[in-house]
């Protein structure tokens, strides 16, 4: 199964690893003529003003709804996470919009509050090594979205149909567990389309 | 729950790849950076070109303009204290700044001696200009480097230089033998467990970012060219004629290094880039890059 990675800024090399380690292959793209040949995207942790603004640039508002809406699947770390939601607390405008909950970037404080910590997921059968740099958190979502992990009560983990996101960096730890996930959803994705 | 630690810290520099850092000297510039795309902002009192034009002491950002920067942008902020300066790095800790450069652009504070960094909850950045230097800053617990370049002279050359003789380094490490590397380690000073590292990968254990002399979109690209992780920008964007223009065209050209007609396109209408110097005409004295070995 392949599998992108936006590859406009950010944690690129460690989730293309992770993907790969889970039995997938994996891409790095930079253009929307890749996304035809894949079977999933990960848009990956960095900043995501930075990653929102260059993806307006280059047409890949539009390219990656479309992608969604065939039913592929999507899975955003922390920034990646950002751009999916359909709110963000204090900005105007959102990013792809795709999935319907709110987020608050940099939920956490500032960089000293970072931290790592042993992180149950539904669905997923040892608890994973989450690594929140300075993470957003998922504030509210409707009922389409499935919440998967929490944090202090705070969601960290969730999914709505072909759209994963986590607020942490699953991709920066030798545990691919949420990518074997994430590869599988591209697998039923695939079969369910034939 | 733990905070600190290598993984958050380094992993940190790892969400900076392929972006651009932008020396600021006010909330206003902050904001112009941010909105340009920059990944995270260095708040400073003076660019490096001006601290070469101004001569004397050169310390640590004005907390009151760090705070500032702080509060109008909502990517990192990162501020420089003087090499070997334990406190201004603990201040700026205090304040909450993301990053610490413990540069070689300030006047060092100490001679000899860098800050110990492994203590510190929040990371920091150094300069390097060999694999020597690299690899002692990372024993002292730094989480992200950077070439030294010559900071403020517009001239990439300096920077170019950094970059490849540590990459060359590197590969010649990866080809050494067992007997040959516990040479190679007291050759360059560094502890035998760091070098076996990159003998093993092939590759530094933190995110390494070019700095000192990017003027141009063009540069920006060749260091990505180089094998950089990411750029840093001092005088470049805000001694040019128009900072706006040039801190996008660095971002654009930063992200698509390899796409030459965009490169072209983004580079017009530029106006004029900061004057540059040429490095034979610097005095040894005002050769940043010496500092702090």
Redesign the interface.
Known sequence: MRIGVL????????HMRSIEAAGGEAVAV?STEQLDELGGLIIP???S??IG??MR?YGFMDAVRSFSAQGKPIFGT??GLIVLAERIEGQEEAHLGLMDMTVA??AF?????????DLPVKGIDEPIRA????APLIKEVSSKVEVLSTYNDEIVTARQGNLLACSY?PE??DDYQLHAYFLNMAVEAAVAKR | METGTSRVKRGMAEMQKGGVIMDVMSAEQAKVAEAAGATAVMALERVPSDIRAAGGVARMCNPKVVEEVMKVVSIPVMAKARIGHYVEAKVLESLGVDYIDESEVLTPADEVYHISKQEFTIPFVCGAKDLGEALRRIQEGASMLRTKGEPGTGNIVEAVRHLRLINGQMRKVQNLSKDELYHEAKVLGVPYELLLGIHETGKLPVVNFAAGGVATPADAALMMHLGADGVFVGSGIFKSDSPEKFARAIVEATTHYEDYKLIAEVSKDLGAPMKGIEISKLEASQRMQDRGL
């Open positions: 590859a406009l800024q950010g944690a690129v090399a460690e930079k942790g960095g900043e003003t930075t603004k260059l640039k922390c920034a970037r940099n404080g500032r960089q000293r509050e970072s931290f790592e910590t690594v929140f740099i300075r960096h920066l730890t």
